[in-house]
């Protein structure tokens, strides 16, 4: 069976966190609306689901249509390996995704702070000082968060596990989007939080990862996505 994911053709967004641990598994699947007519099949989706989901990203999966990325990534996690199988332990990951996700929306809140229904031209002084209590206050709270659990009671490899999970491919992907979004506090921040770097480089050596990663699979970061680089918020 192949997977379908319906997601937005041309930014990484929410879904890539989808796509990175389809890939980490080995999963076939469809990226819909990166075919031919997709985005008709994409809206049509929304519409005539008996559980249709709110927004993509939305995944399915023989006849069931599963939304919400981290309601997604704990199904995966289960039919792939991609988290424990204990009950704690599948919770615990789920934990960690749902805290991926606050950041992820934070994230997001930097450059729309307003309204995402404003370009960011129309709230670009608001913009300005979301990001700068987001870099001072807010990023380190959540970095010192993800440390601890990398450091305490002493140094791991992975979140969870001895092994990757799902919240191990997403906190890659939430490091690689701030490097790009911005890069002067990410050179800072990183060498106050040295546990970090080394879990995105371990991930990025995974082999269905580096080989994803160096696909045209992988759309760039650009300035439609969740992630964006605008200089003046990076000072």
Same mark, same amino acid.
């Given at each position: 069976?192949a997977?379908?994911?319906?997601?937005?053709?041309?930014?990484?967004?929410?879904g890539?966190?989808?796509?990175?641990?389809?890939?980490e598994?080995?999963?076939?699947?469809?990226?819909?609306?990166?075919?031919?007519? %997709?985005?008709?099949?994409?809206?049509?989706?929304?519409?005539?689901?008996?559980?249709?989901?709110?927004?993509?990203?939305?995944?399915?999966?023989?006849?069931?249509?599963?939304?919400?990325?981290?309601?997604?990534?704990?199904?995966?996690g289960?039919?792939?390996?991609?988290?424990p199988?204990?009950d704690?332990?599948?919770?615990?990951?789920?934990q960690? =995704?749902?805290?991926?996700?606050?950041l992820?929306?934070?994230?997001?809140?930097?450059?729309?702070?307003?309204?995402?229904?404003?370009?960011?031209?129309? =709230?670009?002084?608001?913009?300005?000082?979301?990001s700068?209590d987001?870099i001072?206050?807010?990023?380190?709270?959540?970095?010192?968060?993800f440390?601890?659990?990398?450091?305490?009671p002493?140094?791991r490899?992975?979140?969870?596990?001895?092994?990757p999970?799902?919240?191990d491919?997403?906190?890659?992907?939430?490091v690689e989007?701030?490097?790009?979004?911005f890069?002067?506090?990410?050179?800072r921040l990183e %060498?106050?939080?040295?546990?970090?770097?080394?879990?995105r480089?371990?991930?990025?050596?995974?082999?269905?990862?580096?080989a994803?990663?160096?696909?045209?699979?992988?759309?760039?970061?650009n300035?439609?996505g969740?992630f964006?680089?605008?200089p003046?918020l990076?000072?």
């Amino acid at each position: 069976m192949a997977y379908e994911l319906f997601y937005w053709p041309s930014i990484q967004g929410r879904g890539e966190f989808v796509r990175l641990a389809l890939e980490e598994a080995g999963a076939e699947y469809v990226d819909v609306a990166r075919r031919h007519g %997709g985005m008709d099949l994409l809206n049509s989706a929304l519409d005539t689901e008996t559980h249709p989901s709110f927004a993509p990203p939305f995944l399915k999966a023989g006849e069931m249509t599963i939304g919400q990325v981290a309601n997604i990534l704990l199904y995966l996690g289960e039919q792939h390996g991609l988290a424990p199988r204990t009950d704690p332990g599948r919770l615990w990951t789920h934990q960690l =995704q749902l805290t991926i996700a606050d950041l992820v929306a934070e994230i997001h809140d930097t450059h729309h702070p307003i309204a995402t229904s404003l370009y960011y031209e129309d =709230q670009k002084p608001e913009a300005q000082r979301r990001s700068a209590d987001f870099i001072e206050t807010r990023l380190p709270k959540f970095f010192g968060y993800f440390s601890r659990i990398l450091t305490n009671p002493e140094a791991r490899d992975w979140l969870v596990s001895e092994k990757p999970t799902y919240a191990d491919l997403s906190l890659f992907q939430v490091v690689e989007g701030l490097r790009y979004a911005f890069p002067n506090a990410m050179k800072r921040l990183e %060498g106050e939080y040295p546990a970090l770097g080394p879990l995105r480089d371990r991930v990025a050596a995974r082999p269905n990862i580096a080989a994803y990663l160096a696909s045209p699979r992988r759309v760039p970061f650009n300035e439609n996505g969740i992630f964006r680089h605008y200089p003046e918020l990076d000072e």
